[in-house]
């Protein structure tokens, strides 16, 4: 496992509220439970509890959400998952969130997000360049730090109506140079309709973001096709895809973003020797691995490395490409990408 911290990473599908650290909600928790808003002990057995199913996970968000979803909070768990993904040699880190409106707090979207970047701007362990115009650094005079890239994509939550989804849309093109660089589409799979929200990814797409969508966590062949067909970015997941779909996604050769605890934790794919993962590295097929929710799924981007390391047997040399060949499949710009293979050139000569 240390071999896996050590290596440069980058981390491509993380949910800013599914990677907050439990000792976080623990303490915000406690709080609300003092103020007689939630019962702490229920809240507790919630949390500690190991394996859900995709269905519970859903239930698991709306309580953390609860929990983090006022402006200082939301500036806090930002800055905190930030730099845990720092602490593990994360080099590059695409932060996805949905933008939340809840007018009994006067939140907006647009403040949403807001209180996201004065979380970024408080990061104090690294240096996080964030802006795609190489602008907007938080680095302090004559710093010498470890230097992080961070980048947003905002999430359509699939409970969300059209206009809600555009409304995403709109406030990621806004934010453009403060380093939002696309959109998500996740949430519940089995909940709300494709066609819904194909006006605001489609415009999405005319206006120059990148698209990743969740597909395939629910055997759903039409909606697994239709959103191949729509040609995304990337996409995340890709468990539960028929052989012709398969054969599809091959051939579009759409970079696929694997969460191998995730998966196996929500029972989406029921035993990780049979994991998808195998079929798609022999075939050379892009992917990159992640950590989905960090701290919903108890794990981090170096035990997803040393999981595949010690499930598919694959040696120090194999793991170190994978993790560098992620770079291929994000979403910035060639300067980025130059600067990063820079940094896994330098890394490997310590490695060695
Ligand atoms: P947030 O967007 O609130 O920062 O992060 C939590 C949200 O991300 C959840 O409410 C859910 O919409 C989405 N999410 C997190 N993990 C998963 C997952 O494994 N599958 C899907 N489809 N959505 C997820």
Redesign the pocket.
């Known amino acids: 496992l240390e071999w896996c911290v050590s290596v440069p990473k980058v981390e491509l599908h993380a ?5 907050v650290r439990n000792s976080t909600l623990f303490e915000l928790a406690r709080v609300l439970g003092d103020k007689g808003v939630i019962v702490f002990s229920d809240v507790e057995n919630v949390i500690m509890k190991d394996d859900r199913t ?1 269905h519970e ?2 239930k698991l ?2 309580l ?2 609860i929990l ?2 006022d402006h200082s909070t939301v500036t806090r768990i930002t800055k905190e998952v930030i730099e845990d993904f720092a602490a593990e040699n994360v080099v590059y880190l695409e932060l ?3 933008p ?1 409106r809840n007018d009994s707090i006067g939140m907006s979207k647009r403040s949403y997000m807001d209180a996201v970047m004065e979380g970024l701007r408080a990061v104090s362990s690294v240096d996080v360049d964030y802006s795609p115009t190489g602008l907007k650094t938080n680095t302090f005079n004559g710093s010498t730090r470890k230097k992080m890239y961070v980048r947003f994509l905002l ?1 359509i ?3 969300e109506s059209t206009e809600a989804a555009m409304e995403t849309v709109k406030l990621a093109l806004e934010m453009r140079d403060l380093g939002v660089v696309g959109i998500d589409l ?4 089995i909940v709300g309709n494709w066609s819904t929200f194909l006006p605001a990814l489609k415009f999405a797409k005319e206006q120059g973001l990148y698209i990743t969508l ?1 597909c395939g ?1 629910v055997p759903n062949q039409e909606e697994i096709k239709a959103m191949i067909d729509f040609l995304p970015h990337r996409i ?2 890709a468990c539960c895809f028929d052989e012709e779909n398969w054969r599809k996604l091959k051939s579009a050769k759409i970079p696929v973003e694997i ?1 191998l605890t ?1 998966n196996i934790r ?1 029972e989406t794919i029921s035993s990780i020797d049979i994991h998808h993962f195998v079929d798609l590295y022999k075939a050379k097929h892009p992917l990159v691995l992640c950590t ?2 960090s701290g ?1 799924f108890s794990t981090s981007l170096s035990r997803e490395y040393n999981l595949a390391s010690s499930s598919f047997g694959l040696g120090k040399t194999e793991m170190f490409q994978l993790a560098e060949i992620a770079i291929n499949f994000i979403f910035a710009d060639d300067g980025v990408k130059t600067d990063l293979r820079a940094t896994f050139e330098e890394a490997v000569k310590k490695l060695n």
């Not at 949910?15 to 990677?19: D, V």
């Not at 996740?186 to 799979?189: K, Q």
């Open positions: 949910h800013l509220n599914g990677s995709l996970v859903f968000f709306d953390i959400h983090t979803t996805r969130t949905t939340k999430s939550d699939r409970r996740s949430g519940n799979p969740h966590e995340g997941h969460c995730s929500t989905d929710d919903v």
